[in-house]
């Protein structure tokens, strides 16, 4: 299966902290994508990172990608009470569709 | 800022009965998608259009579905005959090419 898998399921954090997750998948990549879901929400699109990239930036999110070990981490820097939410990767392998692992569950103490 | 829009947000239907989610698509997105989450599981492809013919689709997306771009703005999904599994928050998305996909807030589908 292509699907991404996260790791930690579930992740509890105080509020000023750093959060991070991985993502691991199988076969070879165009690009890995990372979602959030705030619960009963849709997802929303946070960070894309390309097969020839290795890190990238968006505000308090880094995310970086090894593509030899068919990896990814997204890092949430100084987290808030509003980053409580789900974390989805989802890679496309550029057939026209994004598989998406089973997240994972953050939740950020005040 | 652009966005996905999806109407209804919620929708309960007896079993059998036929429903229909529309989509609007951000305008100048050209590639167009439905997913589905079943309650506590995975978000899981069901399929993706675009120049207006079905691109790829998942085992799940069989004969009890189907896709349409009815005109130049609504993409929608039609179950058939809907039946208690079909249950799920079912989401739209697009992109400009395949790349970034943006999806909407999702319908709640409820078969009873």
């Known amino acids: 299966s292509q699907q991404g898998e996260e790791d930690p399921q579930a992740l509890s954090i105080q509020e000023g902290e750093n959060a991070t997750m991985n993502c691991s998948y199988k076969t070879s990549i165009n690009n890995l994508q990372w979602y959030r879901q705030n619960s009963g929400r849709g997802l929303v699109h946070l960070i894309l990172i390309r097969s020839n990239e290795r890190e990238k930036h968006s505000g308090r999110l880094r995310v970086t990608l090894d593509t030899s070990k068919k990896s990814s981490s997204l890092l949430i820097t100084a987290s808030r009470a509003a980053d409580t939410a789900s974390y989805f990767c989802a890679t496309d392998t550029n057939d026209y569709k994004l598989s998406f692992g089973a997240g994972t569950t953050v939740t950020v103490r005040a | 800022e652009p966005e996905v829009t999806q109407t209804p947000s919620h929708q309960v239907t007896q079993m059998g009965q036929e429903v229909i989610l529309r989509c609007v698509p951000i305008s100048n997105h050209l590639y167009f998608y439905w997913y589905r989450q079943i309650l506590g599981q995975k978000v899981e492809f069901l399929v993706s259009f675009y120049n207006n013919e079905i691109s790829e689709k998942s085992e799940i997306f069989d004969d009890q579905f189907s896709v349409e771009r009815p005109d130049g703005s609504n993409f929608t999904l039609k179950i058939r005959s809907t039946k208690l599994e079909d249950s799920a928050m079912y989401f739209c998305?697009?992109?400009?090419?395949?790349?970034?996909?943006?999806f909407g807030q999702g319908t709640r589908l409820t078969v009873v």
């Open positions: 998305a697009s992109s400009v090419a395949t790349d970034e996909a943006f």
